[in-house]
């Protein structure tokens, strides 16, 4: 069976105005994310609105190497845009857009089960850097420490963590859930205040958060 997640991602982030909105959904959904899905590389693609933070609209690709981003295949999508996404596209009517390319630092590799879910329901998207000095055990806290005891909480299918190879910041943070309302239970709560002296005290400290970051999604497309 194909695949449906690899080890890279395309995360596309906008808000949009009002008087675009209707269109700029239809566009995404009847024609750009059917085109993405026909370049080859692309495993999986769903789109996602956020009920807390930002930006609005999130456009999400499961890549098989994020290497697909700069394949010639996409960019001659890219260099040879249909006339709706000419009106339409992120670039062009979205405010604060977002596009980063990221390649999978965690975990290693990608387990047969991972690589055969579909998208998830909801997500939990962190978009961070840190600094030079605290860079190594912030990586090696959140791998051994922090995703290993979120795993545990109720609802939460599984995490993954990027690092971009075009765009900034540096790091994501990927929690798949299975509703918007994990993070709000006493389990999420217990584990993000349970921290580790060297996380609370001497990695958070360090680490910046993109805008709009952590923000939480909902999948709207497909329902």
């Known amino acids: 069976m194909a695949a449906k997640k690899g080890r890279g ?3 596309v982030y906008a808000d949009v105005r009002a008087e675009d909105e209707d269109e ?15 370049i080859p590389g692309v495993l999986d693609a769903a789109r996602y609105v956020a ?13 098989d190497e994020a290497e697909a981003y ?12 249909t006339e709706w996404t000419k009106r339409m596209s992120p670039s062009l009517v979205g405010i ?3 596009r980063n390319v990221y390649r999978l630092i965690y ?5 047969e089960e991972t690589a055969q879910a579909g998208m998830a329901p909801a997500l939990v998207v962190g978009r961070m850097s840190v600094t030079d000095e605290v860079e190594a055990l912030f990586n090696q806290e959140y791998n051994t420490e922090r995703i290993p005891l979120c795993s545990r909480v109720p ?9 971009a190879v075009m765009g900034e910041p540096k790091y994501i943070t ?21 921290a580790p002296p060297q996380w609370s005290e001497t990695v958070r400290p360090q680490m910046n958060h993109a805008p709009g970051s952590p923000g939480v999604y909902t999948r709207i497309f497909p329902a």
């Open 70 to 81: 700069f394949s010639d295949a996409w960019q001659y999508r890219l260099n040879n845009p």
């Open 107 to 111: 975990p290693d590799d990608v387990s």
């Open 51 to 63: 009920v807390q933070g930002g930006p609005k609209y999130l456009a999400y690709y499961e890549l």
């Open 174 to 194: 990927l929690h798949e859930v299975g509703s918007a309302e994990v993070r709000e239970s006493q389990a999420w709560h217990v584990w993000r205040n349970a």
């Open 24 to 38: 700029f959904n239809r566009w995404y959904n009847e024609e750009h994310i059917p085109e993405r899905l026909a």
């Open 155 to 163: 609802g939460y299918i599984r995490g993954r963590r990027f690092e």
């Open 96 to 98: 604060n857009a977002v």
């Open 9 to 11: 991602l395309l995360m």
